[in-house]
């Protein structure tokens, strides 16, 4: 029987393929294609391994009046294993073909339709269904406003390649993220080119059927300063849960900069109040000449993406990055990093990595390489302390 999910779909293609004589073409765009292999040596075997990591996000985009937007993604969070499952005899396997399946498979990630502005006013109302928004992450600012990108470095799979929690498929990305079924409502550019409002409220995927949240959100953008703040509130306990954060990012002059995310992704009133519910990170910057200097101090969360993470409670991150050059004015940039991670409750509670690193832009391709060394604790065999990475970043 088809579900609203299936029926949403058929409505956005209908929507962005209908043909139309007044109406602009379908778009159709790879927002994001990313390559991440990263070397390791096996526990058990000792042998030194490699592991690809695929990321494929593709978006139709059409529409006037109404527009549609339909995403498809892929990751594979393994690509190596998806190719041995593909193996003939594995394939006899009906539960190694499901998941080959799963591994190797595009799948839905985003519809939405947007009437734009409604009722003469300027504001957009979007009916969506997935995952839709990012908060307090800075990237918006970009696709928003046009800005050089200011996000910090540490995140994504090169940082934390065992992802949030041990899943490989979820690292730190804002605070907050908006996934599930229902509305959006936010103004246009007829409203302002310098800030934006927006008002979510939705069935919320990340927390199971009939789980509701609303969040409201608001961004500020300035020459010198850029800042975001939300609120919201979800249905998943007696009492409601409680979340709000802040993203702070400030460049008076070309010297100094100053990056601050600040928030609290998850509070049940009926609990326990702690450090722990806090997500924090603060990042000092100090320019000079064609190199920069960034200190990092990130808190993570027990909380994350309304899901428990025991293993990273009370955990911390400082980082101390050399860099020199930058990639969106020059095309390349290469450093050190140091990276400190204090798990206290792993069986590893410290670990010490210190890594150079080179990326550049040529041929329409952003190229990442990087050579992570654990210099604490040494690991056994010894050669385990070599932990290369190769990314590449690109879209059309």
């Given at each position: 029987?088809?579900?609203?999910?299936?029926?949403?779909?058929?409505?956005?293609?209908?929507?962005?393929?209908?043909?139309?004589?007044?109406?602009?073409?379908?778009?159709?765009t790879v927002e994001r294609l990313e390559l991440l292999s990263r070397g390791s040596v096996e526990?058990?075997?000792?042998?030194?391994?490699?592991?690809?990591?695929?990321?494929?996000?593709?978006?139709?985009?059409?529409?006037?009046?109404?527009?549609?937007?339909?995403?498809?993604?892929?990751?594979?969070?393994?690509?190596?294993?998806?190719?041995?499952?593909?193996?003939?005899?594995?394939?006899?396997?009906?539960?190694?073909?499901?998941?080959?399946?799963?591994?190797?498979?595009?799948?839905?990630?985003?519809?939405?339709?947007?009437?734009?502005?409604?009722?003469?006013?300027?504001?957009?109302?979007?009916?969506?269904?997935?995952?839709?928004?990012?908060?307090?992450?800075?990237?918006?600012?970009?696709?928003?406003?046009?800005?050089?990108?200011?996000?910090?470095?540490?995140?994504?799979?090169?940082?934390?390649?065992?992802?949030?929690?041990?899943?490989?498929?979820?690292?730190?990305?804002?605070?907050?993220?908006?996934?599930?079924?229902?509305?959006?409502?936010?103004?246009?550019?007829?409203?302002?080119?310098?800030?934006?409002?927006?008002?979510?409220?939705?069935?919320?995927?990340?927390?199971?059927?009939?789980?509701?949240?609303?969040?409201?959100?608001?961004?500020?953008?300035?020459?010198?300063?850029?800042?975001?703040?939300?609120?919201?509130?979800?249905?998943?306990?007696?009492?409601?849960?409680?979340?709000?954060?802040?993203?702070?990012?400030?460049?008076?002059?070309?010297?100094?900069?100053?990056?601050?995310?600040?928030?609290?992704?998850?509070?049940?009133?009926?609990?326990?109040?702690?450090?722990?519910?806090?997500?924090?990170?603060?990042?000092?910057?100090?320019?000079?000449?064609?190199?920069?200097?960034?200190?990092?101090?990130?808190?993570?969360?027990?909380?994350?993406?309304?899901?428990?993470?025991?293993?990273?409670?009370?955990?911390?991150?400082?980082?101390?990055?050399?860099?020199?050059?930058?990639?969106?004015?020059?095309?390349?940039?290469?450093?050190?990093?140091?990276?400190?991670?204090?798990?206290?409750?792993?069986d590893e509670p410290l670990g010490i990595d210190v890594s150079p690193y080179y990326a550049m832009i040529a041929?329409?391709?952003?190229?990442?390489?990087?050579?992570?060394?654990?210099?604490?604790?040494?690991?056994?065999?010894?050669?385990?302390?070599?932990?290369?990475?190769?990314?590449?970043?690109?879209?059309?």
């Open positions: 029987m088809p579900t609203r999910e299936h029926a949403l779909l058929a409505l956005c293609l209908a929507a962005l393929l209908a043909p139309a004589p007044a109406a602009r073409a379908a778009e159709l526990e058990d075997s000792d042998a030194f391994e490699a592991a690809t990591r695929l990321y494929f996000d593709l978006s139709i985009k059409g529409g006037d009046k109404f527009g549609g937007l339909l995403r498809l993604s892929l990751l594979s969070g393994s690509v190596e294993e998806a190719l041995a499952l593909a193996d003939e005899d594995a394939v006899d396997d009906p539960s190694a073909l499901a998941k080959l399946n799963s591994l190797a498979s595009p799948v839905f990630k985003t519809a939405a339709i947007t009437a734009r502005s409604v009722f003469e006013l300027p504001l957009d109302l979007s009916y969506f269904v997935g995952y839709l928004d990012t908060f307090a992450s800075g990237a918006d600012f970009v696709s928003l406003f046009g800005t050089e990108e200011f996000a910090t470095a540490l995140s994504g799979p090169m940082v934390y390649p065992e992802g949030v929690g041990g899943n490989e498929n979820l690292f730190y990305d804002g605070i907050h993220a908006v996934n599930g079924t229902g509305f959006k409502l936010g103004t246009n550019e007829r409203l302002s080119d310098r800030g934006a409002l927006y008002l979510y409220c939705y069935q919320d995927s990340d927390l199971g059927p009939g789980r509701w949240s609303g969040d409201l959100r608001a961004l500020y953008n300035a020459e010198t300063l850029k800042l975001e703040a939300f609120v919201g509130a979800s249905t998943a306990a007696s009492a409601g849960v409680y979340r709000g954060g802040i993203l702070f990012f400030a460049a008076p002059g070309e010297v100094g900069e100053f990056l601050l995310q600040a928030g609290i992704p998850y509070w049940d009133p009926a609990g326990s109040f702690s450090v722990d519910n806090l997500y924090f990170l603060f990042e000092p910057r100090l320019n000079f000449g064609s190199g920069r200097v960034a200190l990092t101090v990130f808190y993570h969360p027990r909380w994350y993406r309304q899901s428990a993470s025991e293993s990273e409670e009370s955990s911390l991150d400082a980082a101390f990055d050399l860099r020199f050059g930058r990639l969106a004015r020059t095309g390349s940039q290469g450093g050190l990093e140091n990276l400190l991670k204090f798990r206290p409750l792993t041929g329409g391709i952003e190229w990442n390489f990087k050579l992570s060394l654990r210099v604490f604790p040494v690991p056994e065999p010894w050669y385990g302390m070599f932990k290369p990475f190769v990314g590449l970043k690109t879209s059309f």
